[in-house]
């Protein structure tokens, strides 16, 4: 098992930036690829970045690319995402995952955080 604590959420304007964290716990975390997806009301999680267990590979959704940064630090147990220009759009509960695989689609992902919530306002 692993376990997900997501922190770093928060109200924000339009332009402003925030950084995401999330702390895992349990099995080997370099072990892992890292995810994290988010979830807007109303509609189904999606796919926002991932980096390999070993950090060398990331990847991005279209709409965050350019503004968001995936990182890790494996000695510390801990992914961030940083978010810049944070636009309205991107309000939604952000949710980090773990896989053995990394994948963009949320059904293959094992473990997840409990979420935290970034609401950006215009």
């Known amino acids: 098992q692993v376990q997900l604590v997501e922190s770093g959420g928060g109200l924000v304007q339009a332009g402003e930036s925030l950084r995401l964290s999330c702390a895992a716990s349990g099995r080997t975390f370099s072990n892992y690829a890292m995810g994290w997806f988010r979830q807007a009301p109303g509609k189904e999680r999606e796919f926002v970045s991932f980096i390999s267990w070993i950090g060398s590979s990331t990847r991005y959704a279209d709409s965050v690319k350019g503004r968001f940064t995936i990182s890790r630090d494996n000695a510390k147990n801990t992914v961030y995402l940083q978010m810049n220009s944070l636009k309205p759009e991107d309000t939604a509960v952000y949710y980090c995952?773990?896989?053995?695989?990394?994948?963009?689609?949320?059904?293959?992902?094992?473990?997840w955080g409990q979420g935290t919530q970034v609401t950006v306002s215009s």
């Open positions: 995952a773990a896989n053995r695989l990394v994948d963009t689609s949320y059904h293959a992902w094992d473990y």
